[in-house]
Structures are given as structure tokens and as C-alpha cells.
């Protein structure tokens, strides 16, 4: 079973026990955490069902920046691309490749076991390069859930011609916000990851996915590192 799905699907059963034992709180505290606690439990179902699907999807960053995200359901392919940077995991190989201005090196290490989820690895990889990731995000939402003074407003918009239900978070000084699309992709967040500001908007969606795309970027130096066998 997903990890997420997991966590965020006992998290109504949370919020309940942790206003039982303030005997301040009321059932009207109760029902806005339960209201958050749905909201949340939402949109961390749409992300997680989204890491098991076909799609790509492209960011504009701060700046000026882009990045792209993009997996396949078959083969099990997910590569996530920022300024400088590359991570693509398939069922044959992890490869990472970081540019400069002179030239793009890439590293191919034998494949990693990831229950069926390619995305988490990258995922990984992606936030420790400091970009925004739909686990990430996940988390933030949990937070501010199981926080009974935080204040959580929903809104809708579109954003790469998807329908995308948004947050604006408040949380014990902190604010961010994100939207999440029907399909499950992060269409946007604003605020702070790690203690850095961070900021992604979604600009194009597909579900169409070129094989290309999980291939090292053209003339990039490779070195191999998989034990060849004769």
C-alpha cells in the first residue's frame, strides 16, 4: 500500500484523539479539523494515485527557471529535470547527470528496488536539490492539519487548462500555498521547503510521454558504472 495514502488515511482518526484529550476543545474544533483533515486526506489521494499513472508535466521556477517532471506506468520510468540538473530512474538503471556551462555529465548506477513507485527516488533527489515535490507538499498539508490553530482556506482555479483545488496555509507563523489538479499534479506552491523560499507554477500538462525523455540529454558525457557481465 502507498506510504502516503497510509499515512493521510489515518489522520481524521488523529485529529479526533488529539482533541479528545483537551477537554477546551468543542465539537465545533473538532469539525473544522475533520474539514481539513478531508481537504488534505483529497489531495494527498490525488498525488499519490498520480505517482502510479502516465504523465508529464512542465514548471516555470522562480526566475526565469523551468523544470520537468515526467513518469510512465509501462515501463515503470520517472525522471524529474531543473537548471543544472537531471535524475531519471528506470527499471534498468539510476541515472544522474548535473550541467554546466561547458558540457553535461551523466552517471548511470544499477537499478534501485522501489515497489513499483520510480517517482519516490526522484523525488528524493529533486528535494535535496532544493525543488519543490508533491511528497514535500504532502507533508506541509499534514502539518498544518493536525495543527488545531491553523488556518486553512480553500479556493479553485485552472492552470495549464486543468481545474486545480488550492490552499492558502497558516500555520504557526508560517504561510504557504498550493494547488493541486483533478489529475493529481502539482499545479503550484508558494512558500518555504527547508527553510528556503520556494516557488513552482504548473505550465503544461500531457499524458502523452516521449521515451526520449528518460534518455541522458543529447551530447552529455556517460559514464556507466553497472557491473557488465560477459
Not at 493521510?8 to 465545533?28: E, F, H, K, P, Y
Not at 508529464?56 to 523544470?67: E, K, N, S, W
Request: contains cysteine.
Amino acid at each position: 500500500m502507498p506510504a502516503a495514502t497510509t499515512t493521510l488515511r489515518v489522520l481524521a482518526a488523529s485529529v479526533i484523539a488529539s482533541l479528545s484529550v483537551t477537554g477546551c476543545q468543542t465539537l465545533d474544533d473538532a469539525g473544522v479539523a475533520l474539514g481539513r483533515a478531508d481537504l488534505v486526506n483529497d489531495l494527498a489521494a490525488r498525488m499519490d494515485r498520480a505517482l502510479e499513472q502516465t504523465w508529464a508535466a512542465d514548471y516555470q521556477l522562480a526566475g526565469g527557471r523551468t523544470a520537468s517532471i515526467a513518469q510512465t506506468a509501462k515501463p515503470l520510468r520517472s525522471a524529474y529535470t531543473w537548471p543544472g540538473g537531471k535524475i531519471t530512474v528506470t527499471q534498468e538503471a539510476v541515472t544522474r547527470c548535473a550541467s554546466t556551462s561547458a558540457r553535461t555529465s551523466c552517471t548511470v548506477s544499477p537499478p534501485v528496488l522501489t515497489a513499483g513507485k520510480p517517482s519516490v527516488i526522484v523525488y528524493d533527489e529533486a528535494r535535496k536539490q532544493g525543488l519543490v515535490t508533491p511528497p514535500a507538499v504532502i507533508r506541509l498539508l499534514t502539518d498544518a492539519a493536525l495543527e488545531p490553530d491553523a488556518v486553512i482556506k480553500q479556493s479553485d482555479t485552472t492552470l495549464a487548462g486543468h481545474h486545480a483545488t488550492c490552499v492558502d496555509v497558516a500555520n504557526a507563523g508560517e504561510r504557504f500555498a498550493t494547488c493541486v489538479t483533478n489529475e493529481g499534479v502539482l499545479g503550484s506552491f508558494t512558500g518555504t521547503l527547508d527553510g528556503k523560499a520556494a516557488e513552482v507554477t504548473l505550465s503544461r500538462y500531457t499524458e502523452t510521454v516521449e521515451a526520449a525523455t528518460f534518455d541522458p540529454p543529447a551530447g552529455a558525457g556517460v559514464v556507466d558504472r553497472r557491473t557488465k557481465t560477459s
